[in-house]
């Protein structure tokens, strides 16, 4: 299968908590990218960690990738109400050139205030 | 920028009726996207437009579904007749170009009775 599986499928947190969400695959990858999705809206496309890095931030955000065991995490700190959404992860895989994604069933995280 | 528009918002049709959804990218992105979310899954590519050509549609149900994108800009869906499993949100998104940060429009909503 070329679509990623996040973990956990739901995550309930407090404000100012830190929310961790994983993403294992079972393909090679060009690059994986990480997409928020308010309810009733489209994605957002956060952050895109290519297959030869090992870790990016963006502000609360911080993405690990490691190749050898096809997994990479979301780590969002301090986590704040408007933080609510689902989070899916999105692979571009290596046999693809025209940048076609595969998105996961995502993890719904719910940070209550 | 102006983001990713999409209409209508919502749609509520009866079976075998055929609907039409309209997407206008962000100006000066290359790549045009269809996904089809189901409820509880992650977005399903059925699309992707180069230009005004189409670089990937083995996903679309070529029986019932078409879309064109006009002058690489604008792009209609359409669905002809629908199903009762056609019930979904339809997510258009845009791009520079392939490999790059997918912007999303809010979808349309589709029912079928």
């Known amino acids: 299968s070329q679509q990623g599986e996040e973990d956990p499928q739901a995550l309930s947190i407090q404000e100012g908590e830190n929310a961790t969400m994983n993403c294992s695959y079972k393909?090679?990858?060009?690059?994986l990218q990480w997409y928020r999705q308010n309810s009733g809206r489209g994605l957002v496309h956060l952050i895109l960690i290519r297959s030869n890095e090992r870790e990016k931030h963006s502000g609360r955000l911080r993405v690990t990738l490691d190749t050898s065991k096809k997994s990479s995490s979301l780590l969002i700190t301090a986590s704040r109400a408007a933080d609510t959404a689902s989070y899916f992860c999105a692979l571009n895989d290596r046999g693809s050139t025209l940048g076609r994604l595969y998105f996961g069933r995502g993890t719904q995280l719910t940070v209550w205030p | 920028e102006a983001g990713v528009a999409q209409s209508p918002r919502y749609k509520i049709i009866e079976k075998r009726q055929s609907v039409a959804f309209w997407c206008n990218p962000i100006s000066g992105h290359a790549t045009l996207y269809w996904y089809q979310q189901i409820l509880g899954q992650g977005p399903k590519l059925l699309i992707q437009f180069q230009n005004n050509g189409v670089v990937d549609d083995s996903q679309l149900p070529k029986d019932r579904f078409s879309a064109e994108r006009l002058k690489g800009v604008d792009s209609t869906l359409k669905i002809q007749p629908a199903k009762l499993e056609d019930s979904a949100v339809y997510l258009c998104a845009s791009s520079l170009a392939v490999n790059q940060p997918q912007h999303f429009g809010d979808g349309t909503r589709l029912s079928i009775l």
């Open positions: 393909t090679s990858i060009n690059n």
